[in-house]
């Protein structure tokens, strides 16, 4: 089943108020600069990280495809090499 309405991405917090059952209201202050830093950074590690471990594995990739590439050569120049014509 779909879901009725599309979820709202969540918005920065500039302010934030508790009311316990009581009535009585707690203001906390608004994220610091640092805080809001860190956020971000939480949110965007884990698609960093997944970018570097790509590149990685290409780079990676690239070192095994070129030593593959050589001894595949050297085996097939061996070979005609050896060949006798005639």
């Given at each position: 089943?779909?879901?009725?309405?599309?979820p709202a991405p969540s918005r920065s917090v500039r302010s934030f108020e508790l009311i316990t059952p009581d009535g009585r209201t707690y203001r906390f202050p608004p994220p610091s600069l640092w805080q809001r830093l860190l956020r971000w950074g939480l949110q965007h590690a884990e698609t960093a990280a997944i970018s570097a471990a790509i590149l990685v594995l290409i780079y990676v990739a690239g070192f095994v495809g070129e030593a593959f590439d050589r001894s595949v050569f050297d085996a097939c120049n061996d070979r005609v090499g050896m060949r006798r014509v005639g």
């Open positions: 089943m779909l879901p009725s309405k599309i």
